[in-house]
């Protein structure tokens, strides 16, 4: 047959709807699975589509021999399989199938990005080694995902007009657009192999932030404003129409006034308060605390995760301390909710901020050069983070690529001055009332703390020195000079009398 233009290996949740993607914009694509039913509903679904015109074909393959003979040359095979050793053992499968150099081989899932670096070297000359991050879930998968892309550069001309076809799309103002209108696709080539995965890395431990940042306030308005679930989710709705407006946001008003089709009660009232986690989100922290790049929202976010799934332990606490005295007089719910509104957009800015500075920082340490302006592009629709906020990012990084800090830019410059107050106000009040605020308090500190031109690190430096002798720079001498204090002979100020 010799005619597919892209092969699928895994036809689960992800791998399925990104192959019916590729038929639904005009794409031959053959496809394996190991398990039958997944292969037959890919089969059966892709069949609904074929019937209509301007459709590709998918063809099912029973082995990975059978898979490769159904493909044009060079062949371009998407792996969708979990990340993790998996992926080593299909592409040298494929190998022993009878791949050539020239094929490409390309990795969708959530790999860890340093497993995708010793990939191309270890598969190079074997075969085309390429990555494509793939944000969006099931849906984004099947209607237009975003897409981060990176590897060997000579494989991308391949790759390219699929991606940029099943891509979402944006309009000229950064508005989603629907996946058959002409637009921006959210897809891009970021750099070498590893590039696309830490991007995706990035990605999701904004991800994870943006989540606590908004369940936080959410937290907050139903024990202190005592406001049913479903007001909230109204409340949240409403912040979807301005500056907050996103994904997250969206789904989260929608979850809240969504009732248990069970007890009618509200869902989010039955769903067991313990977070789960893939792991992605911690890596973006373990990557901060290693790389010395502050994210302490995106740690916080993590650490918010794991203090939720020590139950257990909260009910012992929650029956040894009492809860806070709730102010007995009522408070100006406009008020709070103006508070809480502006405290989750500086909030959410400064997430951004961290997850950027990540980005330049190994970037610049890779000598990736990473487009930062094109990743706040591909942000923009399709991926879980997307938010109208990331058409001024893309904005601040194209007026000035090598921005030093996202919250520099002028329009958001502006923004802080104007909304600080209240995020201050948000952060005394739940320490005040005693909800934790773990997201947005942290990423106050964090603003703040980049405002301090001087920190206190001076003493802790003079601490380290007197403790263990760890010397320290002085300000009247070059930084590269180091003094240690012989701290037994050295006079004290004499206190005034
Ligand atoms: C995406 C998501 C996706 C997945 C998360 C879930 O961009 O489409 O981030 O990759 O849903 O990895 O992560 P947790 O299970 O760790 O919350």
């Known amino acids: 047959m010799h005619n597919a233009e892209i092969a699928m290996i895994g036809l689960g949740v992800m791998g399925k709807s990104l192959a019916l993607n590729l038929v639904d914009h005009g794409f031959q694509v053959a496809g394996f699975d190991l398990n039958s039913d997944n292969v037959a509903r890919a089969q059966q679904e892709a069949a609904t589509l074929a019937a209509m015109p301007g459709k590709g074909r998918f063809l099912a393959a029973a082995n990975l021999t059978e898979l490769l003979a159904q493909l044009a040359t060079p062949r371009v095979i998407a792996l969708s399989v979990p990340a993790g050793a ?6 040298d499968e494929l190998l022993a199938a009878g791949l050539q150099p020239e094929d490409i081989v390309i990795d969708t899932g959530n790999s860890l990005w340093t497993d995708t670096e010793v990939r191309e070297r270890r598969y190079q000359g074997k075969l085309r080694f390429f990555s494509t991050a793939v944000s969006g879930g099931e849906a984004g998968a099947r209607h237009g995902p975003s897409l981060m892309a990176s590897g060997d550069p000579s494989a991308w001309q391949y790759v390219k007009p699929m991606w940029h076809a099943i891509a979402a799309k944006v309009d000229a103002d950064g508005m989603p657009v629907g996946p058959f209108d002409d637009g921006e696709a959210c897809a891009a080539y970021l750099g070498p192999a590893g590039a696309g995965h830490y991007v995706k890395m990035v990605h999701n431990g904004i991800e994870y932030a943006d989540m606590q940042l908004i369940c936080e306030v959410y937290h907050y308005l139903s024990e202190v404003l005592a406001m049913p679930a479903a007001d909230i989710g109204q409340v949240f709705a409403r912040w979807n129409q301005g500056v907050l407006n996103s994904y997250l946001m969206e789904i989260s008003a929608d979850i809240l006034q969504t009732r248990d089709p069970e007890t009618d009660r509200p869902f989010v009232e039955v769903v067991l308060d313990k977070a789960g986690q893939k792991g992605t989100g911690l890596w973006t922290a373990v990557n901060s605390l290693q790389e010395g790049t502050p994210a302490p929202t995106i740690a916080q976010a993590v650490f918010a995760r794991a203090m939720s799934s020590q139950k257990t332990q909260r009910i012992t606490a929650a029956s040894l301390f009492k809860a806070q005295a709730k102010s007995a007089s009522v408070p100006d719910r406009e008020a709070v909710l103006d508070d809480l509104h502006d405290a989750l957009y500086c909030a959410k800015l400064a997430v951004y901020a961290q997850g950027f500075d990540l980005l330049k920082t190994t970037s610049e340490r890779q000598g990736w050069q990473l487009d930062f302006a094109a990743i706040a592009k591909i942000w923009r629709a399709g991926c879980i983070i997307r938010a109208i906020f990331l058409q001024q990012v893309t904005a601040a990084y194209q007026q000035n690529p090598a921005l030093e800090n996202l919250l520099f830019a002028e329009h958001f410059r502006t923004e802080l001055a104007e909304r600080a107050t209240g995020w201050r106000s948000a952060v005394a009040n739940a320490a005040l009332q005693g909800v934790p605020m773990p997201g947005i308090g942290s990423a106050l500190s964090y603003f703040d703390a ?9 003493l802790l430096q003079a601490q ?7 010397t320290y720079s002085r300000t009247d ?8 204090l012989t701290w037994n002979a050295t006079p004290r100020v004499q206190q005034a009398q």
Not at 86 to 91: F, P
Not at 477 to 484: G, L, N
């Open 477 to 484: 001498q070059p930084e590269a000079d180091k003094f240690h």
């Open 450 to 458: 980049l405002r301090c031109a001087v920190l206190p690190a001076n």
């Open 86 to 91: 998996v992926v080593d053992q299909v592409t």
């Open 464 to 470: 380290r020195d007197y403790f263990g002798s760890h």
